[in-house]
Every structure is written in structure tokens, then in C-alpha cells.
């Protein structure tokens, strides 16, 4: 299986400063058709993941330009250039590229 | 608007069976590869089982392999989880979702005596 690594575990961020997130794989996730697929998912307190970013760089419908993915092969990152304290949750890297889908641990954000 | 409107969880015995289904609507259901997601009290996301937009391909994790079951009704526009043989481990939070981009917002599995 491959293994998905999030760092940081938690982040605490000043409202209107930037935040990162990293998500190592164990493997490459290029596909043989050439896509990756990498997604970002945050899940508020309460409610069900949310999707943000897919194929490693794409924003899904309605998610702010603040939210920006970026990486290739096996290191991806989640940047946030500015944020907002409806922000907080758990963020969730996750690949597609091969069976079984497999996600990150999680990198719990919140607001100081 | 999108909808998935997950139900049929339950408290249920180890050992006992139990359906999920995920209704939903506002989209074409019938094109889009569904999954099933889980997520045990204050853990993490686990994927479960997809299957494709026909019905004729699934594949699953193989913590449930040979026990769960998904299964999907196009005419119905409803995506199911036949889970057999529960075990305490299964209990979750079991979401769809559409293609991995639209989610459920789930129900409730609790397998206990």
C-alpha cells in the first residue's frame, strides 16, 4: 500500500498568516495515463471532508484562491496564504493513484 | 444541488449483518465511480470499496474483503454496503462519495454487544 505522510501533526496559526502542510507518499503518484492524483480534503469540526484541491494543483468548485497545491512524484505540499479562522479542521491528504486509496494522518489546524 | 444522504446504520451485534445505502441526486449517478469511506470515532479517513459507473467492477480493502459488499442501483440513483460478519473494529462513520470529490455526511456503524 502506499503510505501517505502529513507533517505537521497540528499547526496553530495567527489569523491572516500563511500555513503549509506536507504530504510525503511512499511511492510515485504519476499515474500511467500521466495524471496524479493527489487530493486535499479539510473536515471542519463536525462535518464531512471536504474537497480542496485535486490532482495535485486543481481548486474544486468554490474553494478560495487562498488554497494552493502544489508537488510531483512523492512530496506535495498544501499552502494557505492567508488564514481564515473558517479554516479550522483537519486537513487530509489523499492518492488515488493506486489501490487501495490511501490517506494521510491528518494535520489538525487551528486558529491562535 | 449535489446530495448523498447516507443511512441504514445501526447498532448491531459482532458477528451481524447490516445494509448502507446513499441516496442521492443532482448529479449523473450513473457516470461517476462511488465509493465508501470510513472513519472510527476520533480517527482518521479509511477507504473502503469503489465501484464503477456500470456496476460491473469493485474493488475493496482487504480489511473487508469477503464480509462487505458494494453494490449500486442506477435506475435508483443509490449506492449500497452490504456489511456481513461485523466485527467491533468496523465501527465508523461510513460516508459516499461521488468520484472522491462530493461526501456524504454520513452515517453511523457501532458494532458492540
Known amino acids: 500500500d502506499v503510505v501517505m505522510t502529513q507533517t505537521p501533526l497540528s499547526l496553530s496559526v495567527t489569523p491572516g498568516q500563511p500555513a503549509s502542510i506536507s504530504c510525503k507518499s511512499s511511492?510515485?503518484?504519476?499515474?500511467?495515463?500521466?495524471?496524479?492524483?493527489l487530493y486535499w480534503y479539510v473536515q471542519k469540526p463536525g462535518q464531512s471532508p471536504q474537497l480542496l484541491i485535486y490532482?495535485?494543483?486543481n481548486r474544486f468548485f468554490g474553494v478560495p484562491d487562498r488554497f494552493r497545491g502544489s508537488g510531483a512524484a512523492t512530496d506535495f505540499t498544501l499552502k494557505v496564504s492567508r488564514v481564515e479562522a473558517e479554516d479550522i479542521g483537519v486537513y487530509y491528504c489523499?492518492?488515488?493513484?493506486?489501490?487501495?486509496?490511501?490517506f494521510g494522518g491528518g494535520t489538525k489546524v487551528e486558529i491562535k | 444541488e449535489v446530495q448523498l444522504v447516507e443511512s441504514g446504520g445501526a447498532l448491531v451485534q459482532p458477528g451481524g449483518s447490516l445494509r448502507l445505502s446513499c441516496a442521492t441526486s443532482?448529479?449523473?449517478?450513473?457516470?461517476?465511480?462511488m465509493h465508501w469511506v470510513r472513519q472510527a470515532p476520533g480517527k482518521g479517513l479509511v477507504w473502503v470499496s469503489r465501484?464503477?459507473?456500470?456496476?460491473?467492477?469493485?474493488s475493496d480493502a482487504d480489511s473487508v474483503k469477503g464480509r462487505f459488499t458494494i453494490s449500486r442501483d442506477n435506475a435508483k440513483n443509490t449506492l449500497y454496503l452490504q456489511m456481513n460478519s461485523l466485527r467491533a473494529e468496523d465501527t465508523a462513520v461510513y460516508y459516499c462519495?461521488?468520484?472522491?470529490?462530493?461526501w456524504g455526511q454520513g452515517t453511523l456503524v457501532t458494532v458492540s454487544s
Open positions: 462519495s461521488s468520484g472522491l470529490l462530493l
Open positions: 465501484i464503477n459507473p456500470d456496476g460491473s467492477t469493485t
Open positions: 490532482e495535485v494543483s
Open positions: 489523499m492518492q488515488s493513484t493506486q489501490l487501495p486509496v490511501t
Open positions: 443532482g448529479f449523473t449517478f450513473s457516470t461517476y465511480w
Open positions: 511511492q510515485s503518484l504519476v499515474h500511467s495515463d500521466g495524471k496524479t492524483y
